[in-house]
């Protein structure tokens, strides 16, 4: 979920009254928000960086929001408030204006045929005499900010760019040319630089360096030129400083290019809906025209009003609740969503205003009026239909074997699911390619990078942070391992796993094949080839040379037990010998 930070007392003077942080709390859970964090400026940087660096920060109180990663309209502090004052009914929802400019006089933006194998779609739009401070900048940037991370896809789907409309001069056109032909002074530099210069400029830069990938490959560059020739911006890595808007600006162009029409369209939707409020007439956007490479025009923005109906005897099944149909348009229409009966109260007709993209199908309508209506007072009631629970299983054999491994003398341990990928590749001797392992995408530290293909990584992790605790130590799990498999849906699966360890001044392979002795005789699988189990010799990376054998039952291998090679013992910050087991349970289930 995307978190909004705004200054409280910002928020409680666009609110127009005060509140303790116990009232706010209640407030943001009714309107189905969450209330993450009370902190401030000097807190953060004081967490993140230690007292030395937050000298000298602010100490105003910030609140963290949590906020639903479908709910754009909430983003920003001008939307997070309105939000709050329709669902007070301290406001009526407004109601957004596009004003079409007379013939000539409107802004247009070409887009031509060189941009189709880049960014092939871009949407303008106009804030005509905004007027803005140094709190509504700031809420203007960071709202740009959270769209590219959330909706944008990390500027991959959408790239927005705001421009200052009294420094440039229209149309505007979007093409696409060779790095080598763009030049330009980006967004606060000091000097021109060429479109592959810009690309190594900000090779090393922490925020955009995330960006380059989306264009660095491409033969064309995307860019926007006014009538002079003046470059707006070169999508979706830098604005122009030419362009640059300020406190003191009085009319901004919004430009929206992207590889999806429907995402920029919407990003563009929020953005004017979200700050026309501070327009010399308010909630109200002018329009562009963009004329596209076959010839074709479209006035942006949409501002589109859809109108969709629900029966009250729907939303009242869903919820569990009994209310009338008056009642239940009065709960929508404090969500956002202008609601009112028709049809002898048959039906209820909703206004989808276009700061709600988030609401597709009636059970967003219905989820809305529940939200509305308090989840806290829904009546809990005993359900009609009867059924018996029954546990899955794989997790009945789970815990049955649990039992009676502890039983045995071994102590159970629960570890990470994540790990590194040295813990299941270099320190097992294997390469990582041949361990089928799922990867995090964006891990936030090297221990946890993938996700473990085995157990025995964790349980030897956790013998080395137990070092100093009496010889032996035998210790089991019994928990799942994952493995890339591309005939499920999500490309992955998961094995249950159980395995054991015994560490001592001995190896002690006798104790950890007595276990899986126990292990199948709690199984009944007898010790025979033909409807039993039966290990045979083998050799493993991980295990020490003659010392290692892999288990076969129900016709497969399961598993492999064995003394562990010294150098994966050593490599695990061990000094003294281990034997180990591990077996995948699902074929006893």
């Not at 887009?111 to 005509?128: C, D, M, S």
């Not at 709190?135 to 421009?163: M, P, W």
């Not at 007439?281 to 025009?297: D, H, I, L, Q, R």
């Amino acid at each position: 979920m995307p978190t909004v930070s705004v200054k409280r007392d910002l928020l409680f003077q666009a609110l127009g009254r005060t509140y303790t942080d116990e009232e706010f709390n209640e407030l943001c859970f009714e309107f189905g928000l969450e209330l993450d964090e009370i902190t401030s400026e000097k807190d953060i940087i004081s967490k993140e960086k230690g007292e030395e660096k937050a000298k000298g920060a602010s100490d105003t109180v910030l609140y963290k929001i949590d906020v639903p990663a479908n709910r754009y309209d909430l983003l920003c502090l001008e939307g997070l408030v309105r939000g709050l004052q329709v669902f007070k009914e301290r406001i009526n929802l407004p109601r957004y204006e596009k004003i079409i400019p007379a013939q000539g006089e409107g802004q247009r933006l070409i887009i031509t045929e060189e941009t189709v194998q880049v960014r092939p779609h871009a949407v303008a739009a106009v804030l005509r005499n905004i007027t803005f401070n140094k709190e509504r900048y700031d809420s203007f940037i960071d709202l740009q900010e959270k769209l590219h991370q959330n909706i944008c896809r990390k500027r991959a789907l959408v790239a927005i760019g705001t421009h200052d409309l009294d420094t440039i001069s229209g149309p505007f056109t979007f093409t696409a040319k060779a790095p080598s032909e763009i030049k330009f002074r980006p967004l606060n530099q000091s000097q021109e630089y060429t479109a592959s210069q810009i690309m190594d400029l900000y090779r090393t830069d922490s925020h955009l360096r995330h960006y380059l990938h989306l264009i660095e490959n491409k033969p064309l560059y995307p860019v926007i030129y006014d009538s002079n020739g003046v470059v707006l911006s070169m999508p979706p890595i830098i604005n122009g400083d030419h362009t640059k808007i300020s406190v003191k600006t009085r009319n901004v162009f919004i430009e929206c290019t992207g590889t999806d029409i429907t995402k920029a369209k919407i990003v563009l939707d929020i953005i004017v809906t979200m700050f026309s409020e501070y327009c010399e007439k308010p909630f109200s956007v002018e329009a562009a025209e963009v004329v596209y490479p076959n010839g074709k025009t479209h006035i942006y923005p949409e501002l589109a009003y859809r109108k969709e109906k629900v029966k009250p005897e729907l939303i009242n099944k869903k919820i569990g609740i009994s209310e009338t149909p008056s009642s239940l348009a009065k709960l929508l229409t404090r969500m956002c969503l202008k609601s009112h009966v028709i049809g002898n109260g048959n039906n209820i007709e909703i206004e989808i205003p276009p700061t709600r993209a988030d609401i597709i199908h009636a059970c967003d309508i219905i989820e809305d009026a529940a939200i509305a209506y308090g989840y806290n007072n829904i009546q809990m009631t005993i359900p009609k239909t009867y059924t018996i629970a029954n546990q899955l299983p794989l997790n009945k054999l789970t815990e049955l074997l649990r039992l009676d491994l502890a039983a045995a003398g071994f102590t159970e341990a629960l570890t990470f699911a994540l790990c590194s990928q040295e813990d299941i590749a270099d320190k097992l001797g294997m390469d990582i390619s041949a361990t089928k392992a799922v990867r995090i995408a964006n891990p936030k530290t090297a221990e946890f990078q993938v996700a473990r293909t085995t157990l025995l990584p964790g349980l030897l992790k956790t013998i080395a942070a137990n070092r100093k605790m009496p010889l032996p130590l035998k210790l089991f799990e019994i928990s799942d391992i994952v493995v890339k498999d591309p005939n499920t849906d999500v490309g992955a699966r998961n094995y249950r796993h159980f395995c054991a360890v015994y560490y001592n001044k001995s190896p002690g392979f006798e104790i950890i094949h007595g276990l899986l002795d126990r292990v199948m005789q709690l199984l009944e699988v007898p010790p025979n080839e033909e409807n039993g189990y039966t290990i045979k010799a083998t050799e493993g990376s991980a295990f020490f040379p003659g010392r290692c054998a892999e288990i076969f039952a129900k016709g497969q291998s399961i598993g492999k037990l064995g003394v562990l090679h010294p150098d994966v013992i050593t490599k695990f910050e061990l000094t003294m010998p281990c034997s180990a087991l591990e077996i995948n349970i699902e074929p006893f289930v």
